[in-house]
């Protein structure tokens, strides 16, 4: 009996990593072209989605980034595929960023083979990536496990033919059912942009129904748009998408965000992988920015690596306009770019108000600039004390001219070394005995430099300097 090919669509495939092992190369190797050398740094910085056919079959891959910093990226590209590739090189075997990657699969629930790359290079042994592998519960064919493994070089193309089978055959085992005639269509954004002069740009993944030139798309029950260009993974126009098919399309009346569940209907559905980041509480004591970056993938990746340690006023994607200008005075924050871009006119703008814009094309660079901002902000705002401790003066004595304090500790603890007003603590003693540190409840005789007048009754707070 023939295959009904109308029962099945192509399985999505993710792949996954530790940086620099390789993923890209591979995606590279398989559709023939040359994004990884176009890449800066050589690593990705956006998820894209591509479709290839092999023996007449379609197979949609979606690249993850590599960089730690992208790992909320990773897990989400874990959950909208079919079937995972762990890609481990074969010189570094298991790394961080390889079990933080075992893990979104195992959370993600799906099908996954072990590829080894690199194995061409001299002195490699794969094998031991297995023991490797089998110490963090994941165990391969041969090897005490049923997880398909893969040996491959990116670099020459060895393996790959065999890998691409392994797929095919997986995805056949996991029958994956053909639901084009869905109604309504539904999609999963994969990475959205704003373009200077195409606007808001959106990479949509098909996972039901059909979408069309002209049909009207929706999140959830807000229209967003209207699809007047479709364009498929090579960059060629099309006019319908199935599911498992990626494809960019312009139109949209605002940018998505990455994650977001795209319909041609009004629906319930609502984003699953939204953020919010407008309305953060805004501390003194941290750098304020507003954030601008290329595209929403690499905008949320940011956020969420540096959590609460810098005050986002705003963050958005594209070029930088008056209106983030306008931001960054109220709040005396500064901008920072992640491959974006600022007009000569908003420039000259931001120059006139002293509004500092600094770009990155590198994530690295971007987090460390970041970091020494902070450092100087706190080196800046001088010596920081806080009360470590409360003392109670008992009685006071004058021994040669030296003001000894006889005291107890109410709470806390308190050191040497430690301020009391503007003076320090230079003394504690219990008897002849000299002390380190004394605690809630001890009795002990004091010393400060330069001595203050204290009563009996006192009582008076012990502060210590803060790192």
Same mark, same amino acid.
């Given at each position: 009996?023939?295959?009904?090919?109308?029962?099945?669509?192509?399985?999505?495939?993710?792949?996954?990593?530790? /940086?620099?092992?390789?993923?890209?190369?591979?995606?590279?190797?398989?559709?023939?072209?040359?994004?990884?050398?176009?890449?800066?740094?050589?690593?990705? *910085?956006?998820?894209?989605?591509?479709?290839?056919? $092999?023996?007449?079959?379609?197979?949609?891959?979606? #690249?993850?980034?590599?960089?730690?910093?992208?790992?909320?990226?990773?897990?989400?590209?874990?959950?909208?595929?079919?079937?995972?590739?762990?890609? /481990?090189?074969?010189? #570094?075997?298991?790394?961080?960023?390889?079990?933080?990657?075992?893990? $979104?699969?195992?959370?993600?629930?799906?099908?996954?083979?072990?590829?080894?790359?690199?194995?061409?290079?001299?002195?490699?042994?794969?094998?031991?990536?297995?023991?490797?592998?089998?110490?963090?519960?994941?165990?391969?064919?041969?090897?005490?496990?049923?997880?398909?493994?893969?040996?491959?070089? !990116?670099?020459?193309?060895?393996?790959?033919?065999?890998?691409?089978?392994?797929?095919?055959?997986?995805?056949?085992?996991?029958?994956?059912?053909?639901?084009?005639?869905?109604?309504?269509?539904?999609?999963?954004?994969?990475?959205?942009?704003?373009?200077? *002069?195409?606007?808001?740009?959106?990479?949509?993944?098909?996972?039901?129904?059909?979408?069309?030139?002209?049909?009207?798309?929706?999140?959830?029950?807000?229209?967003?748009?209207?699809?007047?260009?479709?364009? #498929?993974?090579?960059?060629?126009?099309?006019?319908?998408?199935?599911?498992?098919?990626?494809?960019?399309? %312009?139109?949209?009346?605002?940018?998505?965000?990455?994650?977001?569940?795209?319909?041609?209907?009004?629906?319930?559905?609502?984003?699953?992988?939204?953020?919010?980041?407008?309305?953060? #509480? *805004?501390?003194?004591?941290?750098?304020?920015?507003?954030?601008?970056?290329?595209?929403?993938?690499?905008?949320?990746?940011?956020?969420?690596?540096?959590?609460?340690?810098?005050?986002?006023?705003?963050?958005?994607?594209?070029?930088?306009?008056?209106?983030?200008?306008?931001?960054?005075?109220?709040?005396?924050?500064?901008?920072?770019?992640?491959?974006?871009?600022?007009?000569?006119?908003?420039?000259?703008?931001?120059?006139?108000?002293?509004?500092?814009?600094?770009?990155?094309? %590198?994530?690295?660079?971007?987090?460390?600039?970041?970091?020494?901002?902070?450092?100087?902000?706190?080196?800046?705002?001088?010596?920081?004390?806080?009360?470590?401790?409360? %003392?109670?003066?008992?009685?006071?004595?004058?021994? +040669?001219?030296?003001?000894?304090?006889?005291?107890?500790?109410?709470?806390?603890?308190?050191?040497?070394?430690?301020?009391?007003? +503007?003076?320090?603590?230079?003394?504690?003693?219990?008897?002849?005995?000299?002390?380190?540190?004394?605690?809630?409840?001890?009795?002990?005789?004091?010393?400060?430099?330069? !001595?203050?007048?204290?009563?009996?009754?006192?009582? %008076? +707070?012990?502060? +210590?300097?803060?790192?």
């Amino acid at each position: 009996m023939p295959e009904n090919i109308s029962a099945t669509r192509p399985p999505v495939v993710t792949i996954l990593g530790h /940086v620099d092992h390789g993923k890209t190369s591979l995606l590279d190797r398989i559709r023939n072209t040359s994004v990884a050398s176009g890449e800066v740094g050589g690593i990705t *910085q956006a998820i894209g989605a591509y479709q290839i056919t $092999h023996d007449g079959k379609k197979i949609t891959f979606i #690249d993850t980034p590599g960089h730690a910093a992208f790992s909320a990226m990773r897990a989400r590209g874990g959950k909208v595929a079919d079937i995972a590739l762990l890609i /481990v090189a074969a010189d #570094d075997s298991v790394m961080p960023q390889t079990r933080e990657s075992i893990d $979104h699969i195992k959370k993600a629930g799906i099908p996954f083979v072990v590829v080894v790359n690199k194995t061409d290079l001299p002195g490699v042994n794969p094998d031991k990536v297995k023991t490797d592998l089998a110490n963090n519960d994941v165990y391969v064919e041969g090897y005490g496990g049923n997880i398909p493994i893969c040996f491959i070089s !990116a670099k020459s193309g060895q393996g790959i033919p065999e890998l691409l089978e392994v797929v095919l055959l997986l995805a056949e085992l996991e029958e994956l059912k053909n639901n084009e005639s869905d109604n309504p269509a539904t999609s999963i954004v994969i990475e959205s942009s704003l373009h200077p *002069q195409k606007g808001p740009l959106a990479t949509l993944l098909t996972k039901s129904g059909t979408f069309k030139k002209n049909h009207e798309l929706f999140a959830g029950p807000k229209n967003i748009g209207k699809i007047r260009s479709m364009i #498929d993974s090579t960059g060629k126009q099309i006019d319908v998408a199935t599911p498992s098919t990626p494809f960019q399309v %312009i139109g949209l009346s605002d940018v998505p965000t990455v994650g977001d569940i795209i319909t041609n209907q009004k629906t319930t559905v609502t984003a699953i992988a939204s953020i919010n980041t407008s309305s953060r #509480d *805004q501390d003194s004591a941290k750098p304020s920015i507003v954030l601008k970056s290329d595209v929403q993938g690499s905008l949320e990746a940011i956020i969420g690596t540096l959590g609460d340690t810098i005050n986002i006023v705003s963050s958005s994607v594209g070029q930088v306009t008056d209106g983030d200008i306008e931001m960054a005075i109220s709040t005396g924050a500064e901008i920072i770019g992640f491959n974006t871009k600022i007009n000569s006119s908003v420039a000259r703008r931001a120059e006139i108000e002293k509004v500092r814009f600094t770009n990155f094309k %590198i994530i690295y660079q971007l987090f460390d600039y970041l970091k020494e901002v902070q450092v100087k902000m706190i080196t800046d705002r001088g010596p920081v004390y806080e009360e470590v401790g409360k %003392i109670k003066v008992l009685k006071s004595f004058n021994f +040669s001219g030296t003001i000894v304090y006889g005291c107890s500790v109410i709470s806390g603890q308190v050191k040497i070394g430690d301020k009391v007003q +503007s003076s320090t603590i230079v003394s504690l003693k219990n008897g002849k005995v000299d002390l380190q540190n004394v605690s809630e409840g001890q009795e002990f005789g004091l010393v400060l430099k330069p !001595a203050l007048t204290l009563s009996e009754g006192d009582i %008076i +707070s012990a502060t +210590s300097l803060v790192e």
